[in-house]
């Protein structure tokens, strides 16, 4: 299906300066183990409910207390990275479950269906796929590759105004002077886990919402014959909960499994506990 996705969006375009230019779709992917459950919104912004039929955000108030408080405690363990360094804190912050407006993705799709297959085996799963070029042009304006250092720059303003500066009495949302959309990016891979699972993030900035509420029914993905190739930014496809046990043993056998993803003893753990629970 991915490579029907490729091929349906791949688009070319006359230009005035370079001729006719090919467009080719770069993927992320990221898998969701419960597909009723889960919607594509970082930890720092789920809701719980609070009272029959009264819901709020589970840290987004305290955000800047929690991620402070892990450098506090993690510091003397994380010698290489200066305490005011938040955004390389905040992508170690996110590694390691605490919650943050990260969001993971992955540019490697076995790692996305690893990670829906291995949770909820009653519940039907999905894996996510962004058409990066695409998400970039329809939020941001951007028709080539992104350069390093607007990256960094976006990056570094919204870690500012959202996280460190913000001010609750200033409105934030729909206001043009701050960033609205996730911002897609690749980070330093500071540990192997990030490097074997191919991580990518997605910075939420000033609008909290789920991220598939930003996009409208005619830009989803489909395998089918399409006309409007330019439009292609995302779909989900969904794993039956009867195939995730089968579609893990298949992983297992491309090297796909807890050791890898997890690398270091607490992946080996993992990986032999699971390996003779799922013995039939």
């Not at 969701?32 to 987004?60: A, C, D, Q």
């Not at 955004?87 to 919650?99: K, N, R, S, T």
């Not at 894996?127 to 607007?150: D, G, M, Q, S």
């Not at 729909?174 to 192997?192: G, L, S």
Request: glycine fraction near 4%; proline fraction near 5%.
């Amino acid at each position: 299906m991915i490579e029907q996705l490729k091929k349906n969006y791949t688009y070319t375009e006359e230009n005035t300066i370079f001729g006719t230019q090919t467009y080719t779709p770069h993927f992320i992917y990221r898998g969701h183990s419960n597909h009723k459950k889960y919607k594509l919104l970082p930890g720092i912004f789920r809701e719980r409910e609070v009272s029959p039929g009264h819901t709020t955000t589970k840290y987004s108030q305290l955000e800047f207390n929690i991620l402070n408080d892990f450098i506090s405690e993690a510091c003397r363990f994380v010698k290489d990275i200066p305490v005011e360094d938040i955004p390389a804190w905040l992508e170690v912050a996110q590694h390691f479950g605490v919650p943050t407006r990260l969001l993971d993705f992955t540019e490697n799709p076995l790692v996305a269906l690893y990670f829906a297959c291995i949770g909820s085996p009653e519940e039907d799963a999905a894996v996510w796929i962004i058409n990066e070029p695409i998400y970039n042009r329809k939020f941001f304006f951007e028709r080539a590759l992104v350069l390093a250092i607007k990256s960094k720059q976006m990056i570094s303003k919204i870690v500012s105004e959202e996280i460190v500066y913000q001010d609750y009495s200033v409105q934030h949302y729909n206001n043009p002077d701050y960033i609205q959309w996730p911002w897609i990016y690749k980070p330093h891979y500071r540990e192997e886990r990030m490097n074997l699972q191919s991580s990518i993030f997605m910075m939420w900035g000033a609008d909290r919402r789920p991220l598939t509420e930003f996009i409208s029914q005619n830009e989803f993905m489909v395998d089918e014959d399409v006309t409007n190739q330019t439009y292609g930014l995302i779909c989900d496809i969904c794993i039956p909960a009867s195939r995730k046990r089968e579609l893990l043993k298949q992983l297992n056998l491309c090297g796909i499994n807890e050791k890898f993803i997890y690398p270091g003893i607490d992946g080996i753990g993992r990986y032999i506990n699971q390996k003779y629970s799922s013995r039939n």
